[in-house]
């Protein structure tokens, strides 16, 4: 076994989302378990991927840790999901992991680049209207189009970092997205009867979701994103959930369910823990798999009524 890539699996047990160790063309990063997944399912054997967040955590806010810059200092290529997701942690790790190459854009993807964006706004961000990001939202990742998109770029970066493996890559994708359609026509067979359903949820972070398999969000339990429910809020939230005969409250892992289960019991509303990411719970071991647990959880909810 190399030493570098003896490292590199020490460093991705403690980072987060790893493929196996093997004497590897290229060394890759992301910054989400979503985009290690993609990449990992279209680089195979010849790339090692680590993802420097793990799929339970807030990819807002990942603590910046001096263990992630010696990753990132052998790294050929860094995924990312840009957009400003990744905005308060990951440029001061690009400036201190001494790999200049990844300031480059032969060595960095924005997997964001070919994927279909929503809520790209029309007028003025401040931080008044809260965490609103100003080119669109970043979860974009959460509708399986916007995957086969992201496994396309990602295909093309790592065929021109590495051309000899052109074939295996090409292959690698072909496969994916043979797995990834037959998935889909599973997902919208499951999630048909409920087209046009409306939903609560805590952040505005399912977008993509509720767009590709015709779900409504009705409101949110943040009264604006990333600032915490207020007693107004949540008792308007109430009122609506009341008004609509909203039936699901869908909370990410990583925020409190204090406030939801409160708005749960004054409705009969059903609270769903609701991941957006690879490895939130271990039984999501890859990008097909999220979809897989999503969609079982929430079907289940909506199909046992309230």
């Not at 067979?189 to 949820?201: F, L, N």
């Not at 308007?236 to 009341?242: A, G, K, M, S, V």
């Amino acid at each position: 076994m190399k030493t570098g890539a003896f490292v590199l699996l020490i460093m991705g047990a403690l980072v987060g989302f790893a493929v196996p160790v093997h004497a590897a063309e290229l060394h890759v990063v992301t910054t989400t378990s979503d985009l290690a997944s993609i990449t990992g399912a279209i680089g195979g054997s010849r790339i090692e991927v680590v993802s420097l967040s793990k799929g339970y955590q807030n990819p807002h806010f990942v603590d910046a840790k001096p263990s992630y810059l010696l990753v990132m200092r052998k790294a050929d290529l860094l995924v990312a999901v840009g957009m400003e997701l990744e905005v308060g942690w990951l440029p001061a790790l690009l400036q201190q992991c001494r790999n200049p190459k990844l300031l480059t854009p032969a060595h960095y993807l924005d997997a964001s680049a070919t994927a279909k964006i929503l809520e790209k706004p029309t007028y003025q961000v401040t931080r008044a209207l809260g965490d609103v990001h100003p080119f669109g939202n970043p979860h974009y990742w959460l509708d399986p189009e916007n995957g086969r998109a992201i496994a396309r770029a990602v295909e093309a970066k790592l065929v021109e970092l590495d051309p000899d493996g052109r074939s295996a890559y090409e292959a690698n994708l072909s496969a994916f997205e043979s797995r990834l359609s037959l998935k889909e026509a599973e997902w919208r067979s499951s999630m048909g009867p409920y087209a046009g359903t409306k939903v609560i949820t805590y952040h505005n972070s399912w977008p993509n979701f509720l767009d590709y398999f015709g779900l409504v969000a009705a409101g949110y339990v943040e009264p604006r994103p990333g600032i915490p429910p207020s007693p107004s809020h949540t008792l308007d939230i109430i009122n609506l959930i009341t008004a609509q005969q909203v039936p699901v409250i869908l909370v990410e892992p990583y925020f409190d369910t204090k406030t939801p289960d409160f708005i749960a019991s004054k409705t009969g509303a059903k609270v769903l823990t609701f991941y957006p990411s690879v490895g939130g719970v271990p039984d999501i071991e890859d990008y097909i798999d999220l979809f897989d647990h999503d969609i079982k959880l929430l079907t289940a909810a909506l199909g046992g009524g309230r």
